[in-house]
């Protein structure tokens, strides 16, 4: 037996979540007190991974997997569990890990928990603990059958650098031609330099910055912080940004380490996607917005001068380090 993590990547780059399922993986694979195999599609740079405790690395290199495709790559970690005997798996809880997931369970038959936040407290049965209703609660899923699959909620584990002697093995799983019948023809990809799956911090604009042409200080306080940024979607629904860049329940989920909110107002459906970031901050003009009772942080004033002297602020604290 061994546990299987699939370790995706974005372009052959690992992302972060690559190397926290993998953390998290170890931390498993040794309560289950057996080896941790990783699997990677078209990954650059596999040695990485065991600097996080993976024991072995499958690596597929094939062309026809260049773009993630749910079906083939959820056929892949079907045939990657049955090759090492793989009894537990886990993926992240992405949006490419919530369309495979499903498919994956099926294939092997497998108890399925999805947004697991924490180490299982048993393996026999294995017994986790879940996100449940938006982040705002949680519950403890109990997994009996013989195999399990495990979808790691995002910035829930954190990196543990757990350096191994790690082997790698390539590997050429069959592919079905059924599984290619859906094809993308085209991929938008945003321009911003951190992209907000990935992002430990995320500066996000609503309306209250009355315009587009408002959102260059959106974009360089984002830019000092090192942050990705990121709109509610009535801001995306006038075009004042694009889609990709939309946050909340019906757009991207967010769970950074700090989500800045700079004139928005807290939809409960905003809230719902970005509840489970660790640290929020909200700047609105607006006492009674309701993002002020959910947020660790508040301030009440004009976002066109508060944010100015914030990114002011910021500029000379980091010229000072």
Wanted: net charge negative.
């Amino acid at each position: 037996m061994s546990v299987l993590v699939f370790a995706d990547n974005s372009e052959g780059k690992f992302k972060k979540s690559a190397f926290e399922v993998t953390s998290y993986g170890k931390k498993v694979a040794e309560l289950a007190q057996t080896n941790l195999v990783v699997l990677t599609i078209n990954a650059n740079d596999v040695s990485e991974l065991a600097n996080y405790g993976a024991d072995k690395i499958l690596k597929i290199n094939n062309d026809k997997l260049t773009g993630f495709n749910a079906k083939a790559y959820a056929n892949v970690i079907i045939q990657a569990a049955n090759k090492e005997n793989s009894n537990i798996v886990i993926v992240d809880s992405s949006t490419n890990g919530l369309f495979l997931a499903p498919i994956v369970a099926v294939g092997l038959e497998a108890g399925y928990a999805s947004n697991v936040m924490a180490l299982p407290s048993s393996t026999d049965p294995l017994s986790v603990k879940r996100k449940a209703f938006s982040s705002n609660a949680f519950n403890i899923t109990e997994i009996s059958t013989p195999n399990k699959l495990i979808a790691l909620a995002k910035n829930s584990f954190g990196l543990i650098e757990n350096t191994v002697s790690s082997s790698e093995e390539d590997f050429s799983p069959t592919l079905n031609e059924s599984d290619f019948n859906i094809k993308s023809t085209s991929v938008e990809k945003t321009s911003g330099k951190v992209t907000i799956a990935d992002a430990d911090i995320v500066v996000s604009g609503g309306r209250g910055l009355k315009g587009p042409e408002n959102w260059g200080m959106i974009e360089e306080l984002a830019e000092v912080l090192g942050a990705a940024t990121a709109c509610s979607k009535p801001v995306s629904d006038l075009g004042w940004r694009p889609h990709s860049e939309h946050v909340g329940q019906t757009g991207k989920p967010v769970s950074s380490n700090l989500y800045i909110a700079i004139g928005i107002s807290g939809a409960i459906q905003h809230l719902a996607g970005v509840n489970s970031s660790k640290v929020k901050v909200v700047i609105n003009t607006d006492p009674e917005a309701p993002f002020f009772k959910a947020a660790d942080y508040g301030i009440v004033g004009d976002a066109f001068e508060v944010v100015p002297k914030l990114t002011e602020k910021l500029k000379e604290f980091k010229s000072n380090q």
